[in-house]
């Protein structure tokens, strides 16, 4: 991993200059649900920091791309922004694909410093947000105790991703639940089912699936339908616009935007 460094700038949230643009930077997908859903949760964030400049971009499927985000800024006369990943976990996306357009942003508009904040996950305020949708979804704070919970992820072929979501299973089981365990919709295993019916056979008395997924699509889809075949007794929804998520989303702006050198991140 290399980095092409810029020159030094700092700037802290509500400080001196005016406050860096964030750039929410979504994957995108064919199903609809994804963008909406992307919106919504941009929607709720703007409402918790009135006054910042909070934009969208896709990398795929989805107008507008980021590359044209940022043609956008620039030509509108901003010269600061964090680009944020909209993803859960430091897989393929956070270390290739988003470092590549920014870096290439960069060189075209030079007149742009961008940074490119930390992923979402983990987090402490992902956990709330995912407890707060399995209550949503029928689950009392009493039920911990009896519950086992199968954190479903979309999967990667990334072994720190996969790692990862191991580590917040064993994180949240702490917290109370009878177990958690990790499950993946692709590229890993168990999948879903397999992992409700895992918990049914040891003897867990009621499962539930927290689909560990921002927006709905293909594979939060496959999730869904694994749960619903092995007979879970409660799905929750995606994360989608959480009041907490939201919060998460500004945490990693604020962490990003206090950074005195920027750097874009490229493959070796």
Not at 58 to 74: H, I, Q, R
Not at 136 to 144: F, I, M, R, S
Request: charged share 20%; aromatic share 4%; proline share 8%.
């Amino acid at each position: 991993m290399r980095h092409l460094s810029l020159p030094p700038h700092t700037v802290r949230p509500g400080q001196g200059r005016s406050a860096p643009v964030l750039l929410v930077v979504a994957h995108g997908s064919r199903d609809p649900r994804h963008a909406a859903t992307v919106q919504a949760l941009v929607r709720r964030v703007r409402s918790l920091r009135p006054g910042l400049r909070v934009e969208t971009g896709f990398l795929d499927f989805n107008a507008p791309s980021v590359t044209g985000v940022l043609e956008g800024l620039a030509a509108d006369g901003v010269r600061d922004v964090v680009a944020l990943p909209l993803l859960l976990t430091r897989a393929f996306h956070a270390k290739a694909d988003i470092p590549a357009v920014l870096h290439e942003a960069t060189t075209r508009l030079p007149q742009l410093r961008i940074r490119q904040a930390d992923v979402l996950g983990p987090s402490p305020l992902l956990l709330d947000a995912l407890e707060q949708r399995l209550y949503e979804a029928g689950l009392g704070p009493g039920d911990k105790g009896s519950t086992g919970v199968v954190l479903a992820s979309a999967g990667s072929t990334d072994p720190e991703a996969i790692a990862v979501i191991a580590e917040i299973a064993r994180e949240w089981r702490r917290t109370g639940w009878c177990a958690v365990r990790p499950a993946f919709a692709s590229a890993s295993l168990p999948r879903t089912e397999d992992a409700v019916r895992e918990l049914r056979a040891e003897g867990v008395r009621r499962v539930a699936v927290a689909p560990y997924v921002i927006a709905p699509g293909f594979l939060p889809d496959r999730i869904a339908r694994g749960a619903r075949e092995a007979g879970a007794d409660v799905l929750a929804d995606a994360l989608g616009p959480a009041p907490k998520l939201a919060r998460l989303l500004l945490t990693r702006y604020d962490s990003a935007a206090s950074v005195s050198t920027v750097a874009v991140a490229m493959s070796a």
